[in-house]
């Protein structure tokens, strides 16, 4: 009997701990910053701890179905807490909130079971050995919980699963109390079935653990992932939902399939249109082999290379069966040659000139993309252009990242060329921006290639008019000793996630 | 049975075995001490035999000393179409602080690894710069400008932008930081303090105090802001700022006021300066000679070397001032000169340590350490992706008085210095032993000039600056701190000095 009873304060005392780490745990995983995490949410449950600690004082009847009651609670929301707290993340702006309200909620609750159980066992046992055997077995648990967790749990059942699992455990303290103190509470089918419902439900959850993980790691990718691989650059993540296919780098939305070509056509066509005697062509970044699909629409087009720096990336676009579809087979074609190098070294160390370049990179959320978009990479990208030639960057939107947009379309011109900025609208990514850097004057061209879904003849002017709320707004050069366009993204991206 | 007494002690034997065997094997790191210069120095210390030269010549003016000074009395000499002159250095390599290394991934430096953008006021460095592409039309070439971001601090648990501590900082710091900032632009308007300093320096009572003494007391009592003024007196001039002359703490602020975010860098730091001068030079350059005595005879300077014995009708004294006593027959000991003793390592990583959410930066500095930080050799690359590079690590034993420094350094062997420096770095890069293959350390035990309260103004320093003669002194040491810029205007101006003397002014 007494060891079945300190069994229930080891168990009881493991839970305790396992929701408090995995709040820790997650909070860390998903907010960064360690020692700030472990440290508030310690420190909010031990308080909580003390809340239920004297909270306790005013239950005095019925203790035991208290008990059994308190402990079904602690097992509802300690089991379900890394399930709300993913999901809250994923879906919601109030993660915070969720975080410590259910921290304060598991640990009050914690604090209860204790002073409580001390309370019904006291007729039972002497004071000193009371103490001394709670307190023992509520640490030992503890203790096991400890190592329990980074040794087993976590690796193996995964922060889901290992709350709901000690969720179950807390259910089966409460179902195995109505009969270790059946006396006390007498017939209580209420109590029991309420158990019951408990287990059942935690279980379920355990079932379905996969699911809620799956919906909340994938919180960004909302869809099913088709393919997943972290490369030494970057991790690139295809994603699939019906027809549309989306791909990101680094979680950031590169295409999606449904619109891309409202994307692609807008990079190639206005310049490369307008050059008819094009005959070499490079890209720059772009190994999806999008743009390449739409340059291939070009006759006169001989060559067209493209660098990209992983070859991950162009191998997948290359050999994939759903994504070489998507782009026609473009970096197994012929004229295509495709060489995995950094594009601002390669540029340093070739002299090829071309009659139309296309700088594709992901926008510049770090020091080292931002490179890619200083004055220097374009001066020497310009020195690379044939006589007459174009060059074409994409350049981040002129809605949401207005300062950016005009920082980029501001070092081109700083590079020495003639500036035409432009954009477009992509439903997936919203407006988009490009301009165009030239030597020579430059005009919309006015014959294009057939086929196009989206731009024709008469809309192709048109991308070159901005509306009130994307005209240019001052902005400095990005430069290779002061990166403001880094700077600037990043200020005009947080302000539009909040 | 088992004695109460073995049954506490067995814990005691086990636990260490124990964690001997359960140690993670961290993974070898090779390399060893480069470039010691020591033993020929203790040579001529202690007056050492040297062989008689077997050869003679008459060169009408020999530079001793192949650092910053003495290559840019070459260069200045060379520019004026005087062309009769030789440049000797004891070591292989020329470039004194400015060497530099090369591996696999990188070049690197050794020593000297950037020039502030300097302003209009210093035309020689700008006429240099101009020389070698760096500056065209008034503008300076992008490559070579520090790219961003140039410098962070790791300061309580994470690395924050720049290396001012902002992190933790209560008002009353910034408060205090913007006090010494009005303060400091007090100063830089007198017009004072300048680069080169001779220019426009005058003795001033703040030499007399340390830079310690004088934020005690100007009542700046903010801990970050003494930790950062104590870092840059450390960084600069290889002192704690308690034992350097005030004057010097705030020529280090107040004498910079750049027209374009720098400063000017390269892999190989002012190696890059050094490799272009010695190639623009090679033909006056004789490595590996180490002059072992300067005799006067007549209107002549007899300059012995191993090899050669060169008959000059001027001198250039580039080497260190205090070695002008072991080598010039009848020069007075160099009073009054103090050098602070350096170590510096580079660490080749082939793997990038963890930078959590930060990007590593050019110069990374570690809060509360005793050392430096690093730089990083790669930070000046084009690439977007670099997944292995070289760091430079940066030690002034500045907690100690020189000689104590000195002597540590030659004491403690490699193997000592390599768990220093990996232990210092594990504090912002917990997996650095996993990262770093080989680590190449050089003692420099007078690496650069300390200007000690007193010292800038003293009469000792103002009689080195006037010719002997026919000879004249040019290092770096002469203006108390070691800087590029300091190196050059010295160099030039013993050149200029040294034209007079063969009639060529």
Redo the contacts between chains.
């Keep these: 009997m007494s060891i079945a009873l300190f069994l229930s304060v080891f168990l009881i005392a493991a839970c305790g701990l396992i929701y408090e780490l995995i709040a820790g745990t997650l909070a860390s995983y998903l907010l960064g910053d360690t020692i700030f995490q472990f440290s508030t949410i310690i420190g909010c449950y031990l308080f909580a701890m003390g809340i239920g600690s004297y909270l306790s004082r005013f239950l005095h009847r019925g203790l035991v179905a208290r008990f059994v009651s308190i402990e079904l609670m602690v097992g509802v929301v300690g089991g379900f807490s890394s399930s709300l707290l993913f999901l809250a993340f994923a879906y919601t702006e109030a993660f915070r909130l969720v975080l410590y309200v259910v921290v304060i909620l598991v640990g009050t609750l914690v604090g209860l079971e204790i002073p409580l159980l001390m309370r019904i066992l006291k007729e039972r046992f002497q004071f000193r050995e009371l103490v001394s055997h709670v307190l023992t077995f509520d640490y030992l648990g503890a203790l096991g919980a400890s190592l329990l967790f980074p040794i087993l749990l976590v690796p193996k059942l995964g922060l889901v699963r290992s709350a709901l699992v000690f969720g179950i455990f807390n259910a089966g303290v409460a179902l195995w109390s109505t009969y270790l103190f059946r006396e006390q509470i007498g017939r209580s089918h209420y109590l029991r079935a309420g158990c019951f419902v408990v287990v059942a439900l935690l279980g379920v959850g355990t079932i379905f653990a996969d699911r809620i993980s799956n919906a909340a790691d994938n919180s960004l990718y909302a869809d099913e992932v088709i393919f997943s691989r972290t490369t030494p650059y970057q991790r690139i993540v295809l994603t699939k939902w019906k027809d549309d296919l989306r791909l990101f780098l680094n979680s950031h939305l590169q295409f999606s399939s449904r619109d891309e070509y409202r994307y692609h056509e807008a990079l190639v066509h206005p310049g490369l249109a307008a050059l008819p005697g094009a005959h070499h062509v490079l890209v720059l970044g772009g190994g999806d082999g999008l743009a390449v699909r739409e340059i291939l629409k070009y006759p006169s087009v001989e060559s067209i290379t493209l660098v990209d720096l992983d070859p991950e990336m162009t191998r997948l676009f290359s050999t994939h069966p759903v994504m070489s579809g998507l782009n026609q087979h473009s970096l197994t074609n012929a004229r295509v040659h495709v060489i995995n190098a950094d594009a601002f070294r390669w540029l340093d160390t070739n002299t090829e000139q071309y009659d139309f370049i296309v700088a594709d990179f992901p926008d510049p959320t770090s020091y080292a993309l931002g490179k890619l978009f200083t004055t220097a990479f374009y001066r020497l990208a310009a020195k690379h252009l044939a006589s007459g030639g174009l060059i074409v960057v994409q350049s981040t939107s002129p809605l949401f990242a207005r300062q950016s947009y005009w920082c980029i379309v501001e070092s081109v011109k700083q590079a020495g060329l003639r500036v035409y900025p432009y954009h477009v609208y992509v439903p997936s990514f919203g407006e988009w921006g490009y301009v165009i850097g030239s030597f020579e004057p430059y005009e919309p061209p006015k014959q294009l290639p057939s086929g196009l879904r989206f731009l024709s003849t008469a809309n192709v002017a048109e991308l070159f008019v901005f509306p009130v709320d994307m005209q240019p707004v001052p902005a400095e050069p990005n430069r290779l000793n002061d990166q403001v366009l880094v700077r600037y993204y990043e200020q005009e991206w947080k302000d539009v996630a909040h | 049975m088992i004695s109460r007494r073995q049954f506490v002690a067995a814990p005691a034997l086990i636990g260490p075995a124990l964690i001997g065997l359960s140690r993670k094997t961290d993974r070898p790191v090779t390399g060893g001490f480069v470039n010691d210069s020591f033993p020929l120095g203790h040579r001529l210390r202690d007056r050492a035999a040297f062989p008689k030269p077997a050869q003679q010549l008459r060169v009408p003016i020999v530079i001793v000393g192949g650092g910053m000074a003495g290559l840019s009395a070459a260069w200045h000499l060379d520019k004026r179409g005087f062309h009769d002159f030789v440049l000797l250095e004891m070591e292989q390599q020329a470039g004194g602080n400015s060497r530099w290394g090369e591996n696999e991934i990188s070049r690197f430096p050794w020593a000297a690894h950037y020039v502030p953008v300097p302003a209009k006021g210093d035309s020689l460095a700008r006429e240099l710069f101009e020389e070698l592409g760096v500056l065209r039309d008034g503008k300076w070439d992008?490559?070579v400008?520090?790219?961003?971001?140039?410098e962070r601090l790791f300061i309580n648990?994470?690395w924050q932008e720049g290396i001012e501590p902002e992190d933790g900082a209560t008002p009353k710091d910034r408060a205090q930081y913007r006090r010494f900032m009005e303060k400091i632009g007090e100063f830089r308007s007198t017009g004072q303090f300048t680069v080169p300093m001779e220019n426009r320096a005058k003795a001033s009572p703040l030499d007399r105090m340390s830079m310690a003494d004088w934020l005690v007391q100007q009542g700046f009592g903010s801990a970050p802001l003494g930790w950062y003024v104590n870092y840059a007196c450390r960084d600069d001039y290889g002192a704690l700022a308690k034992d350097t002359s005030a004057w010097a703490g705030i020529q280090y602020f107040a004498s910079r006021e750049p027209e374009?975010?720098?400063p000017l860098t390269w892999p190989e730091g002012n190696g890059w300066i050094a490799a272009r001068l010695i190639d623009k030079l090679k033909r006056y350059l004789r490595t590996g000679g180490m002059v072992y005595g300067v005799v006067r005879s007549g209107n002549t300077i007899r300059v012995l070397t191993e090899r050669t014995e060169y008959v000059a009708d001027a001198l250039i004294w580039a080497a260190p001032t205090f070695l002008a006593s072991y080598v010039i027959e009848g020069a007075p000991r160099a009073e009054g000169f103090q050098y602070s003793p350096w170590l510096t390592a580079n660490l080749t990583l082939d793997r990038i340590p963890d930078q959590?959410?930060a990007?590593p930066a050019w110069d990374n500095v570690i809060y509360d350490s005793p050392a430096l930080g690093y730089v990083n050799a790669t930070h000046m690359?084009?690439?977007?992706?670099v997944?292995r590079t070289v760091w430079t690590f940066y030690w002034s034993l500045a907690e100690y008085r020189p000689e104590e420094g000195r002597r540590l350094l030659l004491a403690r062997d490699w193997n000592y210095w390599k768990e220093a420096i990996l232990n210092d770095l594990a504090r912002a890069h917990p997996d650095i032993r996993q990262c770093v293959a080989h680590i190449d350390i050089m003692r420099i035990g007078h690496a650069m000039a300390r200007p000690s309260p007193g010292f800038l103004f003293s009469e000792e320093r103002g009689r080195w600056l006037k010719p002997a003669g026919n000879m004249f002194f040019a290092n770096s040491d002469l203006s108390g701190f070691s800087i590029f810029e300091e190196a050059q205007y010295r160099g030039v101006e013993a050149a200029r000095g040294a034209l007079r003397v063969v009639g060529r002014a």
């Design positions: 992008e490559r400008l520090c790219f961003d971001p140039q648990g994470r374009e975010k720098g959590k959410n990007e690359s084009l690439a977007t992706h997944d």
